[in-house]
């Protein structure tokens, strides 16, 4: 059925007769007729308006089901659905519209579960097709408000990403893009390509876990063939589907229809129920971290190689007198002190416990030590994240604390500290991570995030350990924190 007006569509959806809103409203019949054929269309200077939009909440409420809030939560995603007025709001909204846009052609898009309906799809071809598609699909989401939903489960070979690597560059950036302005994605990994290859794990891919808003799934078989995914909720999905034979018959469809998103929604909800968790995030409020650091302190005492990497050398191997001048420098409460010095002194155990010689390996990054040393006042992202204030030192209070790492340095054998360019993987200096070979990677992102990661997934650590392996070996510009302080002086 077409329809001419918004408002002839919202009272089929509520499924109510012209004849049964006019003796509602106290209007004539053929007056309902006008405004449903846009003969009339309804305007807010109306003086039935405000009955018109009253007497269509009290048919919802009569039916029992939700149905508006359900359909205007599709629509208008972006209203604030705990407002007092969200339903006069979203009829407002929608009855002064003009533009019916794909609910032009079907009727009830929340009935039609096995029906057919009408929509608008654009199609892409082939593999350059394919990263228009994504580009597209990106550069929407990222214009969209944060907090997006954003699903991808791409289940086809790879060439389409790799035989163009400005264009994997570029995908990949896209999605730290995504996760930098706070939209939630969850990844499921098909694992049946192999963990080695670089279609299908890579260390670009490695660095978004660490910002705490990417979530990675891995799926071990998929029952072929699916379609891949990239869903924003409630926004848009692209679909597509290998061909093995030839990729110029790869097509790709965009669908910006409600219905066809909810199915795929659910469709993506089945393989996750399938999938393996490879990370996991915590809420890092507070002394929460305790638990947590303790586990790491068992896994260095079963003598596992282990290697942290952070921007700034963190608040746990300060010497506690200077941590507590800083602290009392920034005003913090006592309760703030004492929380902050407990996590201190149960994390300064995993540095520099007394009978330890599992080997530490620490690198600290090399452009946030340069643009540090440059500034009279820094901002300490660690505990700053911790208290969701913002704690400074001063330039001499963090040579003094990189002063005392070096001191420590001969008399624990075990710990070697290096002063290395992350510049291959800028994300990662916005975390600090914590990674025990065979056994757990640990991440807390510094960049305003109140969470943390780990995991245990095999499939992460092998790459994990691989990245900080080069990242010593191959860099060049890698100096011992020793060789650097000289450099300084």
Not at 174 to 186: P, R, T, V
Request: aromatic share 12%; hydrophobic share 35%.
């Amino acid at each position: 059925m077409n329809y001419k007006s918004q408002f002839g569509y919202i009272i089929d959806l509520l499924e109510i007769s012209g004849k049964e809103l006019a003796s509602t409203i106290n209007v004539d019949r053929t007056l309902v007729s006008k405004w449903k054929n846009n003969a009339r269309p309804l305007k807010i200077s109306n003086p039935h308006f405000n009955n018109i939009t009253n007497a269509l909440i009290s048919f919802n409420h009569k039916r029992n089901d939700a149905i508006l809030e359900r359909f205007f939560r599709e629509v208008y995603p972006n209203i604030d659905r705990n407002e007092p007025d969200y339903l006069i709001t979203c009829l407002t909204t929608w009855l002064l519209g003009k533009d019916l846009g794909y609910f032009n052609s079907f009727n009830d898009w929340r009935r039609a579960k096995s029906s057919l309906y009408t929509t608008t799809i654009d199609i892409y071809k082939g593999n350059q097709g394919k990263r228009d598609a994504i580009i597209e699909f990106f550069n929407y989401a990222l214009e969209l408000p944060s907090g997006q939903e954003i699903f991808i489960s791409d289940t086809e070979k790879m060439d389409w990403l790799i035989e163009d690597m400005d264009f994997y560059a570029l995908y990949h950036l896209k999605l730290n893009e995504l996760a930098q302005k706070g939209h939630n994605i969850i990844i499921i990994y098909n694992l049946t390509y192999g963990e080695k290859t670089v279609s299908a794990f890579d260390y670009l891919r490695l660095s978004k876990y660490f910002t705490g808003k990417v979530t990675a799934y891995g799926l071990e078989q998929f029952i072929a063939p699916i379609p891949s995914l990239y869903i924003i909720h409630r926004q848009m999905l692209l679909m597509s589907i290998d061909n093995e034979i030839k990729n110029d018959d790869l097509y790709i469809a965009v669908y910006r229809d409600p219905f066809s998103i909810e199915q795929m929604v659910k469709e993506f909800s089945q393989r996750l129920n399938r999938s393996k968790k490879l990370i996991s995030t915590y809420s890092s409020h507070g002394t929460n971290l305790k638990g947590f650091t303790e586990t790491l302190m068992s896994s260095i005492q079963e003598r596992s190689t282990s290697y942290f990497i952070s921007p700034l050398p963190p608040f746990s191997t300060m010497p506690e007198t200077l941590l507590q001048e800083i602290l009392h420098d920034n005003n913090l409460s006592d309760q703030q002190m004492y929380e902050l010095m407990q996590i201190h002194k149960v994390n300064k155990k995993m540095f520099f416990k007394n009978g330890n010689k599992a080997p530490l390996e620490e690198i600290i990054s090399q452009e946030h030590l340069e643009k540090a040393l440059t500034l009279d006042s820094i901002r300490l992202d660690d505990v700053s994240s911790i208290t969701n204030k913002d704690i400074y030192i001063t330039r001499e209070q963090l040579i003094e604390h990189l002063k005392h790492l070096d001191s420590l340095i001969t008399t624990h054998d075990y710990i070697s500290i290096s002063v290395a360019s992350f510049h291959n993987l800028p994300i990662l200096t916005d975390s600090m991570m914590w990674i025990i070979e065979d056994k757990i990677i640990y991440s807390y992102p510094l960049c305003g995030e109140t969470n943390f990661i780990i995991s245990d997934s095999g499939f992460i650590l092998e790459k994990a350990v691989d990245y900080v392996k080069n990242l010593l070996m191959l860099n060049e510009e890698a100096k011992s924190l020793n060789q650097y302080l000289k450099g300084l002086s």
